[in-house]
Structure formats: C-alpha cells, structure tokens
C-alpha cells in the first residue's frame, strides 16, 4: 500500500524505482493527481502556457507541500519501522568480513522484529500497516529465510565466540543442524560424539577450556 501510495505520487523517483531522478520529474505526478495532466496544459488563470521556470516552482511548491504533510513523515516511520533490520543486515553484509557465523542470529533478528508487526493485541504494533500487509512481509521474510538457510548456519552460529553465552540448543533447529554438520564431516558416530562431547565442554569452560584467556 505505502509503496504503491508513494509511487502515484512520486512516479519516477529514485525513493521508488531505484535510479535517481529530478525534482521536476518526481513532481509530474504531482501536478497529474491535482489535475495538471501534461506539460503542455494551459495555466487555468490566464490560459497562457506556463513559462519552464514557473512549471518548475510550481513542482517544487508541490513536492515541498506534500513533505510538510502529516501523513508523508507518518508513512515514511512506518516504512523505516518495518524495513529497519533489512536494512541493518544490508548493512552488516556490505562491509568486508566473514559472515557465516552471523547470518543465523541476523535472520532470527529480522524475523522477530517482523514478528512484532503482528501482535496489535499486545500493544507491540501501533503503526497503521494493515495485517494482511504485515502478514505478507513476514511469509516473504519466511521465505527467503527457508531458501538461503543451511545447517552450517546454524552451525557457524554455536561455534561463534561472540555469543558463546548462548544457549543455542534451545533451538531443536540449531542443535539438529549441528548434529548434521557433524555427521557429514566426521567418519562416524563416535567421531560424532566425541565432537559434541568436547562442544559441551566448550561452552561450560570445562576442562582445557576453563582457561580465561580461551
């Protein structure tokens, strides 16, 4: 809704189609929707054409009015709001490190703040995005999520120093994948055991791994 809302009003603009464009075309369907429907139309108070440089202000008082308005800084929250992680995980992702080990926790932030859109019954959503919409990002999100997921998400994610502190077996998904990353590298069930035996220990400092320097 909030897009196509912001398309009709700023057809063309980089905000909506990605690409960078002019005021004067941004404001074009401005002047459609309040009835100026070409260049070429006749100025309705003298009926002569409108000078270049008077079409162009009167776009500019256009797209300067419809900022000032209420509902384009309401719309614009509500956006951000719900586009917020995507666009903190974007960030995380363009920047030059290793991100295996992260992608897990960053798909589980984004599916609980979208999540979130969805519980109005517990004061956690008071946008004005309507529930079908929200319903949608959040399938979209799932989605997404079920293509690009692999165990060694999960797996990356248990091992990762940074949230040793974790109980990362909570989830049966992570302690499954885990499980299966082991199978699939170590020769047998043994191998396997021994492997888990020591990432318990790990994770409890027990052992070598008590050393506070580890």
Known sequence: MHRRKLVRRLGGCGA???GAASASTCALSLDV??????DEQSDEGGGEELTKEAKRQKRFNNIRSYIRDDSFWTETTEILRA???????????????????????????LHRKATALLLPSVGTYGGIMPLA??????????????????PVHSAAY???PRFHGSDHFADP???DDFASVLRDMLANDEEVGAALAEY????????????PII
Request: glycine share 4%; aromatic share 12%; with cysteine.
């Open 16 to 18: 909506a189609s990605g």
């Open 33 to 38: 929707e309040d009835g100026d429907y070409s």
């Open 83 to 109: 586009l917020a992680q995507v666009l903190r995980n974007l960030k995380f992702v363009d920047e030059d490190r290793p991100l295996l080990e992260f992608v897990w926790p960053m798909m589980l932030n």
């Open 133 to 150: 919409e929200r319903k949608k990002y959040c399938d979209l999100i799932m989605q997404r999520w079920v293509y690009l997921h692999r």
């Open 158 to 160: 248990a091992l990762n």
């Open 173 to 175: 998904e992570v302690r």
């Open 200 to 211: 318990h220990a790990y994770h409890k400092k027990d052992g070598p791994w008590a050393d």
